[in-house]
T-cell receptor, first 115, second 113 residues
Framework: DTGVSQDPRHKITKRGQNVTFRCDPI?????LYWYRQTLGQGPEFLTY????????KSRLLSDRFSAERPKGSFSTLEIQRTEQGDSAMYLC?????????????FGQGTRLTVV | GENVEQHPSTLSVQEGDSAVIKCTYS??????FPWYKQELGKGPQLIID?????GEKKDQRIAVTLNKTAKHFSLHITETQPEDSAVYFC????????????FGKGTHLIIQP
């Protein structure tokens, strides 16, 4: 396993269009996280899953955003009716939340540009 | 919610010198403090972390210290090398890191040859 994989790496879309990103976590990891990172800032937490259950959502996750992890493996993040303010790097991370071993490992991210 | 402040925003040091980056956090319930290194166009890479039951942790040239009373923690890099140039982020979390992380705004570390 080579780590957390995200697809696509880059996405350019027109305002108002819908986009979907995919994240494949490290295979044995039970927790999966989505973050958003804008230029010059640290990543901001959006949501996370424990297996297939979505356990927490940030207030940053407006009703235009939806995330799924249907079989407890890969996850998708969809943004509907994209706005220019959605332009950012979307990062996925995974961890094995067992005992004290909870280090989160990040993927390379999907850079979204809304024009 | 948790708030993490990180300083400085930019740090330039001569190759071979030491670099120190400092962070403070607001939530006394936080108990897990990782540090990430991010290179241009890549995702953050975990370089070291510390939990609230210890005050210091070291891994080769990198060390992290934690002062729970003052709610601050620091990253120390000794004998800096050109490949240490990157943006470094501190973060904090409750639940031992199992929940989402709150990140600082990052420090751009520049190693001058």
């Amino acid at each position: 396993d080579t780590g957390v994989s995200q697809d696509p790496r880059h996405k350019i879309t027109k305002r108002g269009q819908n986009v979907t990103f995919r994240c494949d976590p490290i295979s044995e990891h039970n927790r999966l996280y989505w973050y958003r990172q804008t230029l010059g800032q640290g990543p901001e937490f959006l949501t996370y899953f424990q297996n297939e259950a979505q356990l927490e959502k940030s207030r940053l996750l407006s009703d235009r955003f939806s995330a799924e992890r249907p079989k407890g493996s890969f996850s998708t993040l969809e943004i509907q009716r994209t706005e220019q303010g959605d332009s950012a790097m979307y990062l996925c991370a995974s961890s094995l939340a067992e005992g004290m071993n909870t280090e989160a490992f990040f993927g390379q991210g999907t850079r979204l540009t809304v024009v | 919610g948790e708030n993490v402040e990180q300083h400085p925003s930019t740090l330039s040091v001569q190759e071979g010198d030491s670099a120190v980056i400092k962070c403070t956090y607001s939530d006394s319930a936080s108990n897990y403090f990782p540090w990430y290194k991010q290179e241009l166009g890549k995702g953050p890479q975990l370089i070291i972390d510390i939990r609230s039951n210890v005050g210091e942790k070291k891994d080769q040239r990198i060390a992290v210290t934690l002062n729970k009373t003052a709610k601050h923690f620091s990253l120390h890099i000794t004998e800096t090398q050109p490949e240490d140039s990157a943006v470094y982020f501190c973060a904090a979390s409750g639940a031992g890191g199992a929940d989402g992380l709150t990140f600082g705004k990052g420090t751009h570390l520049i190693i001058q040859p």
